[in-house]
């Protein structure tokens, strides 16, 4: 503490406890961290504030120095636990590393620091007539850091892929202090993609500090479609065709819920393209027995899609951690997996089995933005015991790995699911295990996470 208020100055180095705990908890509550839930009594013993990348080398080099954790802080709005200090040590709040450093129309690109809140890039892209591709429900209040740290999914993944996918480069401090800059180009081939280090690895190779991401030009159209469909099945059938034709609407969401059985779709782009895509996809889910309803559902759905989160930053945010837990312990569960598209359905029928001998009931199901990409809300009945919502959350995400898919897709493992991961990806930790090693065999970079 004494070397960083040196390194930085006293003002931002945090101590107070209160504070310090508030950064300590990300949106995890206890009703859904399950096996993690004594983890998430954990603080950090301080919080640090950067303001550029030479305040995040100076904080690295005396946490190599002195062997204490980092663990760093986007907008603390991940749902898995990943910023929850499991050794204590030291929070690195990147926001003070907010600024938009280049926007370049003709390459498409923006290169920005990592703390920037997704919403406020937006701003800015849009006074130059682009957008950002990466739009989850959480812009107004996650970070660029975060969402690469987790390879977050947005709405209009479908056409543009993952956060990830969006990244051209990358500046990280690695552990050992020293600042890794990749070279901004689409792809290339002399060696392995460095960037993919740090793309979903949850802070444990280094501290991303700033980005060079594709942005694209402002649609020159857009139409809203929504279908209804008799069966989730057949709107299934009809999405996964729709992708087989090459057709993918910007945003596609299939959700079954009490309400029933709706796709919500959005078609955007250069107008001759959006009208050929949006007349298409209308006759593919007319062949499967959907019913068009008109634009309006959709044009609700995209309106209202960041309101969880401005609720959650108006609300919650800045609430005590008993506080927090308190407005968010409803008892219920979000679960997101990856399949082949053809082991879906099966995947659905076999997850209902299980579920049922729990009495837990699903209340919503969904396709999101691909075929392959599946989720649930899962809510515990009358007869559901404490310790069954975790083994049914197990076995099901179990029987994913076994189907030859993934546990999650969007929001990372945190410490919520880390248990799991060893059996997702085999002979793949122990590589992950011996490039941590190398990379970090102090173990300061966000300890405790990925299995690490």
């Known amino acids: 503490i004494t070397g960083l208020r040196e390194a930085l100055g006293p003002s ?36 640090v504030k950067p303001s550029s990348s030479q305040d995040v080398v100076a904080i690295v080099n005396l946490a190599a120095k002195y062997r204490t954790p980092l663990v760093p802080y986007g907008g603390g709005t991940g749902v898995m636990g990943a910023l929850i200090p499991v050794n204590g040590g030291i929070i690195v709040d990147l926001r003070g590393l907010n600024r938009v450093l280049e926007v370049n129309t003709k390459d498409r690109t923006a290169t920005v620091e990592s703390g920037i809140i997704l919403e406020d890039l937006t701003k800015a892209l849009d006074k130059k007539h682009l957008i950002l591709g990466h739009d989850p429900w959480s812009a107004p209040i996650a970070t660029v850091g975060g ?16 956060m990830g996918a969006q990244v051209l480069s990358l500046e990280a401090v690695l552990p050992s202090g020293q600042i890794l800059i990749t070279r901004p180009v689409p792809n290339y081939s002399s060696g392995p993609n460095v960037n993919e280090l740090f793309i979903g690895s949850e802070g444990t190779f280094g501290i991303i500090t700033k980005a060079t991401i594709r942005v694209y030009r402002r649609p020159e159209d857009r139409i809203f479609s929504t279908f209804r469909f008799p069966t989730f099945d057949q709107g299934f059938e009809a999405v996964s065709e729709l992708f087989a034709l090459g057709l993918k609407p910007s945003v596609v969401d299939l959700t079954e819920d009490f309400e029933g059985i709706y796709l919500y779709m959005i078609f955007e782009g250069f107008r001759e393209g959006v009208n050929a895509q949006h007349q298409r996809s209308g006759k593919v889910c007319k062949a499967f027995g959907g019913t068009d309803i008109g634009p309006t559902n959709a044009t609700i759905y995209w309106d209202t899609r960041y309101n969880i989160a401005k609720s959650y930053k108006d609300n919650i945010a800045n609430l005590s951690r008993e506080e927090r837990w308190q407005q968010l312990s409803r008892a219920f569960d979000y679960l997101h997996v990856a399949l082949p598209i053809s082991k879906i359905l099966t995947y659905r029928r076999q997850c209902d089995r299980i579920l049922k001998g729990y009495d837990i009931r699903v209340s919503e199901y969904a396709i999101w933005t691909k075929p392959e990409l599946f989720s649930m809300v899962l809510v515990p009945g009358n007869r559901t015991q404490p310790e069954d919502m975790p083994k049914a959350v197990d076995q099901v995400l179990i029987l994913a790995q076994a189907m030859g898919g993934v546990m999650e897709y969007c929001h990372g493992v945190g410490i919520k699911l880390a248990h799991l991961l060893p059996r997702e990806m085999g002979e793949g930790m122990g590589v992950v295990r011996a490039m941590k090693k190398a990379l970090d065999p102090h173990n300061i970079m966000n300890p405790g996470k990925l299995g690490l």
């Open 12 to 47: 931002k180095i945090i101590q107070e406890s209160e504070t310090v705990e508030l950064y300590s908890t990300d949106a995890l509550t206890p009703s859904r961290a399950f096996g993690a839930i004594p983890l998430l009594k954990m603080a950090a013993d301080a919080v």
């Open 147 to 162: 969402a690469i740290a987790t390879n977050g999914v947005g709405y209009r993944a479908s056409t543009v892929g993952t």
